[in-house]
């Protein structure tokens, strides 16, 4: 069986031959470890081999993983990707560093004022449905300018940029043209708010990876490739 480590140099790898492809700098895309459902020893063998940002989510499981490593690994960076219920907003403002699944002014705002003091303001993606499903989480583009114009203003969050969970499609093609969308509705939302550091495309995962880095990802979330199959039970 392959180790975590000889997973993370494969994925590495497969990031650097995308870059390649499209005339892109590999450090220009960060690869973040999905590690939800995995144990604290699979989280560990990942930060031996050099790993040092993880997402998350489920909020309970991963505040307990972040308070594990709190003082032996103070240098991690913990992203919440998971949806959001307003009951766990605290939970998530006061331990995550990132959250990627920002959709609602609601949510905005209570992540806002619970975000301690004594810790910087909360990296902020609005998460953006970028097929149209009923079915999946996210803002519709029709509605992203004036939800990110909202969220730039609150004092304890900082927006970073966009994510996005497309349909499944398995050709590259139909990949490239969702991805595309989100880049250029980052793009656009830029030029709308000048003064918001809008750097960051959070797109891609294992089946779709090369489209997303074409397209401007700036993070791909990994978790199978690189911890082996999740265990929901």
Not at 36 to 56: L, V
Not at 74 to 102: C, E, M, Y
Request: proline residues 4%; contains cysteine; aromatic residues 6%.
């Amino acid at each position: 069986m392959s180790s975590i480590r000889q997973n993370l140099e494969k994925v590495t790898r497969e990031i650097r031959t995308a870059c390649d492809k499209c005339g892109r700098d590999t450090d220009s895309v960060q690869l973040l470890a999905v590690s939800k459902t995995k144990p604290i020893s699979a989280i560990a063998d990942a930060i031996a081999a050099g790993q040092r940002a993880f997402g998350e989510n489920y909020v309970q499981e991963g505040v307990e993983k972040i308070q594990h490593f709190a003082t032996q690994s103070p240098s991690l960076i913990w992203h919440f990707i998971g949806p959001i219920q307003s009951n766990k907003t605290r939970l998530i403002a006061d331990h995550f560093d990132w959250v990627h699944s920002v959709d609602r002014l609601k949510i905005a705002r209570r992540l806002s004022e619970q975000r301690p003091e004594h810790l910087p303001p909360l990296k902020i993606l609005l998460q953006v449905n970028t097929s149209g499903e009923a079915s999946k989480s996210g803002v519709d583009f029709d509605e992203l300018a004036a939800l990110a114009t909202e969220i730039a203003t609150l004092p304890n969050l900082a927006l970073r940029g966009l994510m996005s969970i497309p349909e499944k499609a398995d050709d590259y093609a139909s990949q490239l043209a969702a991805f595309t969308a989100l880049a250029q509705a980052r793009d656009a939302l830029q030029q709308q708010l000048p003064d918001t550091k809008l750097d960051t495309l959070s797109m891609g995962m294992s089946g779709d990876m090369d489209a997303a880095i074409a397209a401007g990802s700036t993070m791909v979330r990994i978790g199978t490739a690189i911890f082996g199959a999740r265990n929901y039970d």
